[in-house]
């Protein structure tokens, strides 16, 4: 039986990759996105490879988009196996200079954007007693980093609601994991939305500046790429053992491997010197 995956955020990066991943190895694969003039790429591959994608709207944040394309596949196929909680952005600058209504903002795509795909596919995945649910967290739903608390405060709620959720859908038969990746070479960076407020004289900016500085020279070895992440994804969602957390890349294992050995003291110094003094992740 052909197996059904809805993937969010199918127009770049993880998104983009994991939709291909996905229908290369056999699922039947609904590639979603909110801009459907992103979806040239993806259609040229799909007619190339001759691969079982649909690519169809969807914006998690509104409860109509989601709700409509979810019950379009349903009624067209009866059932669907696995969703791919992909879609997010990251909404930077400093608490001072978010506005409420920025936070919201972030929370309304990272946060409730997943919570309105989950709602969508759980009457069906519970009635078909199986389901696959993948969030992709980050690293940042594990540990705090500085002018992120907008998308990491997005994450760590993420990785809470999956935790509650996991055990409360166990005996329907219905999975939860979370893809815990580091820094990914996608266009992730260059779709950062700065706090409006934030400006060059601003008094974070030299913090905002070391910052980015400390990101874009961990893009160098230490990143992974999106066809990685993918891969990440595949294999959780093939895994007959599956595992709660997947990690993904060199710098998240040694972000997570300390945070696990240090104290909480010892891992804000070691995050200062990693990415403030611009020591790396990976030493
Ligand atoms: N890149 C990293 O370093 C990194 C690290 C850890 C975790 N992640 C997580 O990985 C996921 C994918 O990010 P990426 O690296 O692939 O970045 P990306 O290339 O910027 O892709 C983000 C995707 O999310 C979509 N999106 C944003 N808001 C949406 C909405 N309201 N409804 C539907 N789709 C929406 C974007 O669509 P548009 O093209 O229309 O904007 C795009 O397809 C995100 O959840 C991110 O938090 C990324």
């Known amino acids: 039986m052909t197996r059904i995956a809805i993937v969010t955020g199918s127009s770049s990066g993880i998104g983009y990759e994991t939709s291909l991943s996905l229908a290369r190895n056999g699922f039947k694969t609904y590639a979603t996105m909110r801009n459907l003039d992103k979806s040239k790429m993806i259609n040229e591959i799909k007619d190339k490879e001759k691969l079982p994608i649909q690519i169809l709207e969807l914006d998690v944040d509104y409860e109509q988009s989601v709700n409509q394309t979810i019950k379009h596949i349903i009624d067209e196929e009866k059932k669907i196996d696995v969703l791919i909680n992909n879609a997010g952005y990251d909404l930077a600058g400093s608490l001072e200079e978010i506005s409420i209504d920025e936070l919201k903002a972030q929370f309304e795509t990272n946060f409730f954007g997943v ?126 053992n599956k595992e709660i957390r997947y990690v993904v890349g060199k710098d998240a294992n040694s972000i997570l491997e300390n945070r696990k050995n240090m104290s909480d003291k010892d891992f804000d110094g070691w995050m200062k010197e990693s990415l403030i003094d611009q020591k790396g992740f990976v030493r």
Do not use: C, H, W
């Not at 993948?134 to 992120?148: A, E, M, Q, R, T």
């Not at 070391?210 to 999106?226: L, N, R």
């Open 115 to 240: 919570v309105r795909a989950i709602k969508g596919v759980l009457p069906i995945m519970r009635e078909q007693n199986y389901g696959i649910i993948v969030n992709v967290s980050s690293v940042g739903g594990k540990v705090g980093i500085p002018l992120n608390s907008a998308y990491i405060a997005s994450k760590f709620a993420m990785e809470g609601l999956s935790d509650s959720i996991r055990p409360e859908l166990q005996e329907f038969g219905i999975k939860v994991i979370l893809i815990e990746p580091g820094v990914v070479r996608s266009s992730f960076f260059e779709n950062v939305k700065m706090a409006k407020n934030f400006s060059p004289d601003s008094p974070y900016s030299s913090l905002t500046q070391k910052i980015f500085t400390g990101f874009t020279s961990s893009m160098g070895d230490t990143a992974s790429s999106p066809k990685e992440v993918a891969q990440t994804i595949l294999s959780a969602i093939i895994d007959d």
